[in-house]
């Protein structure tokens, strides 16, 4: 039993990371209808830097943080003026292209100014202390991990849905012709689009450092990750997003956990990689809108 | 006049047999050939690819999976590491009938996705084939293995004690022969029927199928198509350099590929070999670079460079080419359609 | 040779067509007309297989055709043009007549490689470049489709409807964007066109050219058929007119 909690508080805490970076894909795709491949880089980026200043040049926990925000936003924000905007009324392919090209060139970059060995991480407040919940052990960090996020999407959620901006965005995601004629300033909310995407990953590369490291290739892997979650979850929607991201984080947790003690086939913890990826593509064909929706085609 | 002369087919053949023919004569050294038949097997992966994403219009970011499933089949088969160990001349046809089997299988379910989440699902599919790689039985894990036996032209005896080929040159002949005749392949297929249902299945699924094309079928064609040459350039691989890692088939080499074909990739299926050339030439002009700075006293490592310049260039060669940013980009675009949705 | 039987579509909670039943003869040439958003697009997409009827069958030739594939039905020889022209930009005029013989041609991905198929290639070149030379567009052949004028370019989108010698073309607002003497031009060449022995539906806003070429008419008003008939009879009709002119 305590098991069974171990693996669910694990899943949870990484699941709400999961979460994070999949609501960064939604984001950018409802208003853009493209896929960011550079989503994962956002993570990387919040990470590595964060821990160049923490740890490296030892600067205050706080005034990191921010910088670290401020220069993903503007990662972010080149991102989208550089290679999305020039090719707005393209074909969906090269808008693939051009994102896949600029998170090999963010994960270049980095390769070079950042270092090389993987799994570095910086010293969070929170890093040792340990609590017992029925058995199943919980640290600091993960309690923050999940408190921070809740936060992040109750912002969100009222951003989304109760600012002007914010309801300027969800009408842009639905119906861009529309919104130009409403006189909505649809270049800005495709740039804030990035920016929140930015920082969504930002965040999450902050706080799941302490706890797992961080390297200069890991933008892929995590961007694997939320993108599964976002499908899992439903791209086109906000709120089911962040259910996929949980799904997936305990998924994954109790096929790593129970999976140890089987020794062969699927379950072993090295095919982890791979049921998740069979999952992945069995929703993109049979249920691309994630699990909660009854439709079968695609948005 | 002289345009005339420079455009008949017969001058082209010839020229292109001359150029293949000549460059082993100016590039001796082993070092070079090394290079030459790199890229001769990565011309061969871009080639394939070249007729699913520029003709057919599809996007695959797992193809490296494909080279590598083949690359490890004949391997494993051959290098003696398995209870069972066949020639080589047995091991290279199943390897490549096995591979080009899978990519058959899986195109049917995974081109059902079009657009991003055709490229996701691909890129899943790298993803599993390299978790295969790594946890293969006997495939040694993540180092991978050594001993695989060398493709030689006509037998290592013959070749090389007798006509005194080395392996350089050999590795050449059989590479380069090779894609001759895939390249020929290419072209034969573009200026075909199957060729033309490829390029409307491009622009407009619905209009092809309103003209009959089956385009379901077509896909899948095109796809196991791409697995084939990918397969080909697999089993070059392993034979060539006695050995295969995990490594050498990731998704980092899925989207270098990918790179390949859309730095080069234009409405000529030359271009495919110029992009995959340049970037190949990249790494070791890198590297060259390096050694000089080392000698001139300055030691800094340029490798790291590799994957910045790589999305450097790609990027620039994306927006600014000097043929204009439309330049480059129609002539790969020309096979593309226009964003028009019914 | 169609006929529709108590069709019924929908999207979700929008009844596209209601309960449509009617029949195009052969070699005539049928209209389909009313107001935007009246569901006659909905019509061809349900006809060729692009959509699925909801209940109701489509018979062609007395054949049930409504789950079929569209690219069986193009077998069966039926083809389309689309309102929002769907040419493949990315080839020559002369490629996509000969994408329009597709069926005709019996080359296989086989003899391509091997480049056995060069008689069969030659051949449907030829028959494409034949084709062209009827409707005197031969001089475009080889060039680019995209850099062609939007009128040449719906022509050449019918053309390579008519390539493969179908039973039925179906043609979506042929004349929209054309100028008054491009269509009267299109009219004298739809006639042409079933006088090769190809019947025709058409679906149609510019109403000259429909009354003056079309055999029958069947008008719909929000997804149902609410009058059927010739030219004068469907002139005269209050029905019709009322949902033309509104009240």
């Known amino acids: 039993m305590s098991d069974f909690l171990q693996y669910c508080l694990t899943g949870i805490s990484v699941g709400m990371i999961y979460a994070l970076i999949a609501s960064g894909f939604s984001l950018i795709y409802r208003v853009t209808n493209v896929i960011n491949f550079a989503q994962g880089e956002f993570i990387m980026l919040g990470g590595m830097l964060m821990i160049l200043f923490n740890h490296f ?68 407040f929170f890093t040792d202390q340990n609590f017992k919940i029925l058995g199943a052990s ?97 791209l086109d929607s906000g709120v089911s997003v962040i259910f996929g991201g949980l799904l997936l984080g305990l998924l994954e947790a109790f096929i790593t956990g129970y999976g140890a003690n089987i020794s062969f086939g699927l379950f072993k913890s090295e095919y982890r990689d791979v049921v998740i990826c069979a999952i992945l593509i069995i929703f993109l064909i049979l249920k691309p809108n994630g699990i909660l929706s009854k439709r079968s085609d695609r948005v | 006049m002289i345009k005339k002369i420079l455009n008949n087919k017969i001058i082209k053949i010839i020229s292109l047999l001359l150029l293949v023919a000549i460059l082993p004569l100016i590039f001796k050294s082993s070092m070079n050939l090394r290079i030459l038949i790199e890229i001769g097997i990565f011309s061969i992966i871009v080639l394939g690819l070249n007729l699913l994403m520029g003709l057919a219009g599809q996007i695959s970011l797992g193809h490296a999976g494909f080279f590598g499933l083949s690359a490890y089949i004949t391997a494993l088969l051959s290098a003696g590491r398995l209870p069972i160990n066949l020639p080589i001349y047995i091991s290279i ?43 293969f039985p006997h495939g040694g894990g993540f180092d991978g293995f050594s001993g695989v036996p060398r493709l030689w032209l006509f037998g290592e005896y013959f070749t090389n004690k007798i006509l005194g080929i080395n392996k350089y040159i050999n590795g050449y002949i059989i590479v380069y022969g090779i894609l001759l005749i895939l ?141 204009g940013l439309i330049g480059l980009k129609n002539r790969f675009f020309k096979w593309s359609k226009r964003d028009d949705k019914i | 040779m169609i006929k529709f039987n108590g069709v019924n579509k929908s999207f979700g909670g929008l009844k596209a067509i209601k309960n449509l039943s009617f029949e195009a003869k052969p070699n005539q040439i049928t209209a389909i007309i009313g107001p935007n958003g009246a569901g006659k697009t909905t019509v061809f997409n349900l006809l060729t297989g692009v959509l699925k009827t909801d209940t109701g069958s489509i018979n062609f030739y007395n054949k049930e055709i409504s789950k079929q594939k569209t690219f069986n039905i193009a077998k069966l020889g039926i083809t389309r043009t689309f309102q929002n022209l769907q040419i493949f930009s990315n080839m020559t005029v002369l490629e996509n007549i000969m994408v329009g013989m597709h069926l005709e041609c019996r080359s296989n991905i086989f003899q391509s490689l091997f480049l056995i198929d060069s008689y069969e290639e030659k051949r449907v070149r030829k028959k494409s470049s034949e084709l062209l030379e009827i409707l005197n567009l031969e001089k475009y052949a080889h060039t680019n489709c995209s850099d062609l004028p939007f009128g040449i370019q719906r022509q050449i989108e019918i053309i390579r409807g008519i390539a493969s010698k179908p039973k039925l073309i179906l043609l979506d607002e042929p004349a929209a964007g ?25 679906i149609e806003h510019d109403m000259n050219l429909v009354m003056r070429i079309s055999d029958n008419i069947i008008v719909l008003n929000f997804g149902e058929k609410i009058a059927e008939g010739t030219p004068e009879q469907i002139q005269k009709n209050p029905e019709v007119i009322k949902a033309y002119l509104g009240e």
């Open chain 3, 178 to 202: 054309l100028n008054p003497t491009e269509t009267e031009e299109l009219g004298d060449k739809i006639k042409k066109i079933l006088s090769l022995g190809i019947s025709i539906i058409l």
């Open chain 2, 183 to 323: 390249f020929w392949f290419s072209k034969n297929i573009v200026n075909s029927k199957t060729g033309r249902a490829f390029k409307a299945i491009h622009t407009s699924e619905i209009a092809a199928s309103s003209l009959g094309i089956d385009v379901t079928k077509y896909k899948v064609i095109v796809f196991t198509i791409s697995g084939f040459y990918a397969a080909i350039a697999g089993v070059l691989f392993s034979h060539f350099y006695c050995g295969v890692t995990p490594n050498d088939f990731g998704i980092l080499k899925s989207i270098t590929i990918v790179t390949m074909v859309v730095i080069g990739g234009s409405s000529s299926i030359s271009g495919a070999v110029l992009g995959t050339s340049f970037l190949i030439l990249i790494t070791y002009i890198l590297e060259y670079f390096q050694d000089f700075l080392h000698r001139v006293g300055i030691s800094i490592s340029l490798m790291d460079f590799n994957i910045f310049v790589y999305g450097f260039i790609f990027l620039i060669v994306l927006l600014f080419l000097p043929q």
């Open chain 1, 138 to 234: 919980i640290t600091l960090q993960d309690i923050f991990i999940i408190s921070v996020s809740i936060i992040i999407f109750v912002l969100l959620f009222i951003f989304m849905e109760k600012t002007i901006t914010g309801k300027a965005m969800r009408a842009t995601a639905i119906n861009l012709k529309a919104s130009k004629i409403i006189g909505i300033n649809v270049n800005l909310t495709l740039k804030l689009s990035f920016i929140l995407s930015g920082l969504l990953g930002a965040i999450a590369g902050i706080i799941i450092t302490p706890k797992l490291g961080m390297s200069y290739d890991s933008g892929i892997f995590w961007g694997i990750k939320g993108f599964t979650a976002a499908i899992l979850g439903g």
């Open chain 1, 57 to 124: 040049l030892k600067w205050n926990i706080f005034l990191s943080v921010i910088l670290v925000l401020i220069i993903v936003v503007l990662v972010a924000f080149l991102l989208e003026e550089l290679t999305l905007k020039p090719f707005k009324n393209d074909d969906v392919l090269i808008k693939i292209i051009f994102t896949i090209g600029a998170s090999i060139l963010i994960r270049g970059i980095s390769m070079v100014v950042f270092w090389k060995e993987p799994g570095l991480r910086y010293e969070s």
């Open chain 2, 93 to 135: 046809p199943i390897a490549i009938i096995l591979t080009t089997f899978t990519a058959y299988l899986i195109a049917f379910p995974i081109l059902k996705l079009k657009g991003h989440y055709l490229a996701m699902g691909t890129l899943s599919i790298g993803i599993i084939l390299y978790t295969l790689f790594v946890n």
